[in-house]
């Protein structure tokens, strides 16, 4: 039968010759391991699968396909639904979304599709991204603002349906969090963000770099000079959150956004750019979720002793065991159950050390993990070179404070309802500029949400 078979095995590059490339970790499935995996597929009458993907990718329908060896078929079928399916099977979290719902996962392992979506992915990348062509126009213009993946999807989305999209960029690659943020050990960025981000061009959507709305232009000039009838805002959530220590103003503290931009998109790691990135010998990286583990372990590709310090337990750490096994197999050290209360400087203003306390676990918090409590008398030091804050992110405030009647919450998230519409008409908004930081398929889904949602605005101002 086929819950019988094992789960399919994926191939790695060997830990130690790892740790010092920033080559990719996973080297996927060939077409024989991918044919034997789907086989594993149930076929569902109600597939689970599919309700738990935030795009809501016919997973079943795809992977008969692949055992059935119709590449073109498993790839059109994953098209209707995402337009970045390399990308998705490389860095979502299916543990916790399809294949956390799979029904082998129960008594066993769970199909692994995550691994057969980005087989799909890349075989199709490798014929040249199949044949996207642009719907014929339907006379109406939206903006998008932010190349990330929530733009991406809502502009992709949009433009099937026969909009003129345009998608603003404020940085000079395009995008988001898929080029500054995940590493290239993670997510090839020439081999597969540019090449999907193709795709999306050739679906006839236009992209402008090095456009920062809020300042380069305004919203309200995109809608009211510029002709477009709605905006959608996939800005993400860049604005690094830091804990109001002493010593956080020292040479050596950096937030893990600025450490990953200069890594990834500025390629610090490549002797042949000039980037200044500095790790000195020993970096201690405060936090625990997967933006911990792609500084932490970028820090030890670097040739830095690299440590993660999370005040929980390993249990409550929020990244996917995923990446914490490969940490660890990379030789990343943890020190669970312990919070920084300073940070230590030497005469001339650069970090020596962190001063830190031992925690316990208390009664489960609103997030329904422990509370971490103080260890009274616990104090300690971690001697270390840089510090790399890893604790989250918020939006940037500036499309907020520059377009009236957009209304941001306590956070500084921007104001939207289930279907992505703001508090300011004509604009809807998704992603990590609504949530906070979080996946790249829940920006994915939103992105997809909002753009039914403009394509029902327009309609409803032509009636």
Same mark, same amino acid.
């Given at each position: ?23 990719e ?40 396909r692949?055992?059935?060896g ?21 860095v ?28 799909v ?17 339907? !006379?109406?213009? $939206? @903006? &998008? /603002? +932010?190349? #990330? ?11 099937? *349906? =026969? ?116 790790? !000195?010998?020993? $970096? @201690? &990286? /405060? +936090?625990? #979720?997967n ?10 590709? *670097? =040739?830095?002793?690299?440590t ?23 030789g ?12 230590l ?43 790399i ?14 377009t ?22 004509? /604009?809807?908004? #998704? ?33």
């Amino acid at each position: 039968m086929a819950n019988k078979i094992p789960r399919v095995p994926v191939r790695e590059q060997d830990p130690e010759l790892r740790a010092s490339n920033f080559e990719e970790v996973c080297y996927g499935y060939d077409l024989k391991e991918a044919v034997l995996e789907a086989s594993r597929c149930l076929h569902c009458k109600n597939p689970r699968c599919v309700g738990a993907c935030p795009v809501g990718i016919d997973i079943p329908g795809f992977i008969a396909r692949i055992t059935a060896g119709d590449l073109p078929g498993a790839a059109a079928v994953i098209a209707k639904d995402s337009s970045l399916p390399s990308v998705c099977g490389r860095v979502c979290p299916q543990e916790t979304q399809c294949e956390g719902s799979c029904i082998l996962g129960i008594k066993g392992e769970p199909v692994a599709i995550g691994k057969l979506e980005r087989f799909v992915g890349d075989w199709n990348i490798a014929r040249g991204g199949g044949e996207a062509q642009p719907a014929p126009r339907n !006379g109406h213009k $939206v @903006a &998008v /603002v +932010g190349s #990330g993946p929530a733009g991406l999807a809502c502009a992709s989305d949009l433009a099937k *349906l =026969g909009y003129e999209v345009k998608i603003f960029e404020a940085l000079h690659k395009v995008g988001g969090v898929l080029v500054y943020g995940i590493p290239e050990f993670r997510l090839p960025k020439e081999q597969v963000v540019a090449r999907e981000v193709e795709a999306v061009r050739r679906l006839g959507v236009e992209i402008e770099t090095d456009v920062i709305v809020g300042r380069t232009i305004t919203i309200d000039a995109l809608m009211d000079k510029e002709g477009y009838e709605a905006v959608f805002i996939g800005s993400g959530a860049g604005l690094p959150r830091f804990m109001g220590i002493t010593g956080e103003n020292l040479n050596g503290v950096v937030s893990a956004n600025e450490f990953l931009t200069r890594a990834n998109l500025m390629k610090a790691y490549d002797e042949r750019y000039a980037t200044p990135i500095y790790v !000195g010998k020993r $970096v @201690a &990286v /405060v +936090g625990g #979720g997967n933006v911990a583990m792609d500084a932490v372990r970028t820090a030890r590709r *670097l =040739g830095a002793d690299a440590t993660i310090i999370y005040r929980r337990s390993e249990k409550e750490l929020p990244a996917r065991a995923e990446e914490v096994h490969h940490a660890r197999e990379e030789g990343i050290r943890f020190r669970m159950l312990t919070n920084p209360t300073a940070v230590l400087g030497d005469e001339k203003g650069w970090v020596k050390g962190l001063s830190c306390v031992e925690m316990t676990l208390g009664e489960p918090d609103e997030s329904g993990r422990r509370s971490p409590v103080v260890k009274e008398g616990s104090d300690f030091e971690i001697p270390c070179d840089v510090v790399i804050m890893a604790l989250g992110t918020s939006p940037n405030p500036l499309l907020a404070a520059t377009t009236p009647g957009l209304e941001t919450n306590r956070r500084g998230c921007l104001v939207a309802d289930e279907t992505g519409t703001t508090t300011r008409p004509g /604009v809807f908004a #998704g992603g990590d500029a609504v949530t906070g930081a979080a996946t790249v398929i829940l920006a994915m889904g939103a992105g997809r949400t909002a753009a039914r949602a403009i394509d029902a605005y327009i309609r409803s101002k032509r009636s």
